[in-house]
Each structure stands twice: as structure tokens, then as C-alpha cells.
């Protein structure tokens, strides 16, 4: 059964800096990775889909990656602003359909103006 | 463009009633996914349709059950409500089925559910 951890659980920085959110999983055989952003009380915003044959991706300020054999990713934000505070979720995607994404319980993110 | 669109997006409901959930994807989107969100807890997999068809079950009671009708929208109904069925009760669809590949899931907003 696929798991995913995130660390940390809660994270508070001054706004400018660069900062990195880890995920780990368990099952190797994934067939994508993606990172959400959830707001208080509101839905998932996808921000980044690595699909498994790729290394990274990145978006803006945000960089992803994925090391499938050592079942790790990280989300890299660079140059943080107060308006990047909320929680981040990894979600992978490792049974083709029939089992739907597997989350973590992500990262709360604070940035301190 | 309208996004996933989830109604309603709160309700309250005693032990042992029956709720209804709606959900209408993006527009061009065949599939619909059901996920519960305990309350500091990460999404969990209910259920995935396309085409109308169920296509994936998470680990959930018999209680809960779903359809997707002929215009792609999906209904997620609850009966004998427990407390523990309060949560954040959230919709995803996709162009395609699964979760593999370049598949993106996009969320809605959600419909909060209370039990008392």
C-alpha cells in the first residue's frame, strides 16, 4: 500500500527566502507526482504534475522534482512572499486509475511579511 | 472558462441522515473523482467515474455511493451518517481516466459537510 510523508508538517519563514518542502513515498512504481496548494477551508490548486519519466518541472518561482528510486520529490520556492502561505500537498498517482491520487498530509506554510 | 463547480458548499446533518453531494466538471472533462478531507489530514480516495462508469473504489463502507450521469456530472451520496463522516468533501476531474501520465486532476472548491 502506497504512503506519502511530508516533511516538515509546518514551516514558518521570512518572506524573501528560499525554502524546500520534502515528500517521500513508498512504492517506487508511481506513475506521477503532483504538488497541490490548499488555501483555508477552500479546495487543491495544482501547481506542479511530474510525470515518471521526468526529473522536474517548474513553474514561476517553483520547481519540482522526483527521484522514483529513492522515492523522494521536492518542491523548491524561491524568493518567498506572504502570499505563498498555505498548506502544500504531494499527491502520487501509482495505480494507473483504479486507486485515485495518494496525499500526504502536507506542509503549512507560513511567511512572515 | 467555469471550473469543477461543487454544491452545496455547506451543510450540516444529524447522525443518521442522508446527504447528497453534487459536482459538475470542466467542461470537456469524462471523469469525476470523489476524495475525503478530514480536517488536518491529507485527501482520501473515494471513487473515480468515466464515461459513466465507476472505474476505481477507495477503502470506504458501503454507505457511501456514487453516479455520473450522461452530461459528465456526478452526484456522492452519504446514508446513516456517522460523526466521523464530517469532512471536506472534495470533486476532481480530468480528461482522462486514472492517475497516470500527464493526467492533471483539477479540484473544486468543495461542499463541507457537519454531522451532529
Known amino acids: 500500500k502506497q504512503e506519502v510523508t511530508q516533511i516538515p508538517a509546518a514551516l514558518s519563514v521570512p518572506e524573501g527566502e528560499n525554502l524546500v518542502l520534502n515528500c517521500s513515498f513508498t512504492?517506487?512504481?508511481?506513475?506521477?507526482l503532483q504538488w497541490f496548494r490548499q488555501d483555508p477551508g477552500k479546495g487543491l490548486t495544482s501547481l506542479l504534475l511530474?510525470?515518471?519519466?521526468?526529473r522536474e518541472q517548474t513553474s514561476g518561482r517553483l520547481n519540482a522534482s522526483l527521484d522514483k528510486s529513492s522515492g523522494r520529490s521536492t518542491l523548491y520556492i524561491a524568493a518567498s512572499q506572504p502570499g505563498d502561505s498555505a498548506t502544500y500537498l504531494c499527491?502520487?498517482?501509482?495505480?494507473?486509475?483504479?486507486?485515485?491520487?495518494?496525499f500526504g498530509k502536507g506542509t503549512h506554510l507560513i511567511i512572515q511579511p | 472558462d467555469a471550473g469543477v463547480t461543487q454544491s452545496p458548499t455547506h451543510l450540516i446533518k444529524t447522525r443518521g441522515q442522508h446527504v447528497t453531494l453534487r459536482c459538475s466538471p470542466i467542461?470537456?472533462?469524462?471523469?469525476v473523482s470523489w476524495y475525503q478531507q478530514v480536517l488536518g489530514q491529507g485527501p482520501q480516495f473515494i471513487f473515480q467515474y468515466y464515461e459513466k462508469e465507476e472505474r476505481g473504489r477507495g477503502n470506504f463502507p458501503d454507505r457511501f455511493s456514487a453516479r455520473q450521469f450522461p452530461n459528465y456530472s456526478s452526484e456522492l451520496n452519504v446514508n446513516a451518517l456517522l460523526l466521523g463522516d464530517s469532512a471536506l468533501y472534495l470533486c476532481?476531474?480530468?480528461?482522462?481516466?486514472?492517475?497516470?501520465?500527464?493526467?492533471?486532476?483539477?479540484f473544486g472548491a468543495g461542499s463541507r459537510l457537519t454531522v451532529l
Open positions: 476532481a476531474s480530468s480528461l482522462l481516466a486514472g492517475t497516470s501520465g500527464a493526467n492533471v486532476l483539477t
Open positions: 499527491a502520487v498517482g501509482s495505480g494507473g486509475g483504479a486507486d485515485g491520487l495518494t
Open positions: 511530474i510525470q515518471s519519466s521526468q
Open positions: 467542461s470537456g472533462h469524462k471523469s
Open positions: 512504492d517506487s512504481a508511481i506513475y506521477n
